[in-house]
């Protein structure tokens, strides 16, 4: 039985490992995800930011059940409550629980967009729902009957997420939503994500687009290698570095063009060969002697970090 304090989607400690062939028949695991958890409740919105390759998608696509066959996950997955068993996954995927892909590639190349958006949708009244959405998102009605090559960029991400909202799921995965649609479609994108979980829905909201995120977003999570690196609530980065917990986030906020443009040195280290120290120690200014050893995720100050120095 949920509570209302059950969170719509919780993961706890997941892992991914990718199982692949290298110099010639040597089969190696490589773990990509080393250690993800967040929770996202009822009417929330949670952004998840990071730079490239920091599992971002992987995420959204292991909540989904559509890795590719050669990822092992461990770690637990649960929707209101429940674990995400594949059978599940299946059960909700599209109805309950919709993603809206980083890649518009994901959309029928064979099926008219507006049939799309309307089987998405399920039942009787979903035509309507779908040309309401269209509609919301300015797409004329001719858009309906168009395939999706026929689409511009712009045009498809729309799509896109009309096709994963029209049935009004309780959890909404949305994986950068935003690139192509230009400033006021992108405004009016989140504004709608902030209707959505205002009504209800958890939103998972994946961007590199942090200054618009924090106009919607309840709580943001920065993820690093794989890791979940610090979970704080918006309020933290509209106030600036010193608010925040983690080294990365600060960096992470000191790197942004509107802010220091201050680059990180050095790179998210490679999956094949973790140090052995904490993740970020290579690049971390605060680093000293204690911080080599895994790290664990510790509440502070009414969020999370996996820092042994943060306060
Ligand atoms: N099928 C795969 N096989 C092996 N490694 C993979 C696979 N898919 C993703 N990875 C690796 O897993 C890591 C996380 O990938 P992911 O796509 O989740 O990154 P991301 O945070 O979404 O990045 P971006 O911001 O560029 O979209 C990357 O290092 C990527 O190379
Ligand atoms: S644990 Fe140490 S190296 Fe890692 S982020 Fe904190 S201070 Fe930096
Ligand atoms: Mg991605």
Request: net charge positive; proline share 6%.
């Amino acid at each position: 039985m949920t509570s209302k304090d059950t969170p719509v989607l919780a993961v706890r400690e997941l892992q991914i490992s990718f199982s692949m062939y290298r110099k010639g028949l040597r089969k190696e695991s490589l773990r990509v995800i080393r250690s993800l958890s967040l929770d996202v409740r009822k009417g929330e919105i949670v952004a998840v930011v990071g730079s490239s390759g920091a599992g971002k998608s992987l995420l959204a696509h292991a909540v989904l059940g559509i890795l590719p066959s050669n990822a092992v996950t461990e770690g637990e997955i649960l929707y209101k409550g429940e674990t995400l068993t594949p059978a599940l996954q299946r059960k909700y995927r599209g109805t309950e629980i919709a993603l809206i892909p980083q890649s518009v590639d994901y959309l029928d190349p064979l099926m008219r967009v507006g049939k799309q958006a309307a089987c998405a949708g399920g039942g009787p009244e979903a035509q309507r729902a779908a040309r309401a959405a269209f509609a919301r998102y300015g797409l004329e009605p001719r858009v309906e009957r168009l395939f999706p090559f026929q689409l511009s960029g712009g045009m498809a991400r729309r799509v896109l997420i009309v096709t994963a909202v029209v049935a009004r799921p309780a959890l909404i995965i949305a994986d950068e939503p935003t690139p192509g649609l230009g400033a006021e479609a992108a405004t009016e994108t989140l504004r709608h994500f902030r209707q959505l979980a205002d009504g209800g829905a958890a939103v998972l909201l994946i961007t590199h687009d942090i200054d618009l995120a924090l106009h919607v977003a309840d709580r943001i999570a920065v993820f690093y290698a794989g890791t979940t690196a610090e979970i704080a609530p918006a309020e933290d980065f509209k106030r600036g570095r010193d608010a925040l917990r983690h080294p990365y986030s600060k960096a992470f906020l000191d790197a942004l063009p509107q802010n220091a443009f201050k680059p990180i040195a050095g790179a998210q280290p490679y999956a094949g060969r973790p140090p052995q120290a904490c993740l970020f120690a290579d690049r971390c200014p605060e680093r000293t002697n204690a911080c080599a050893g895994a790290v664990a995720m510790r509440a502070l100050r009414g969020g999370e970090v996996r820092c042994i120095h943060a306060t």
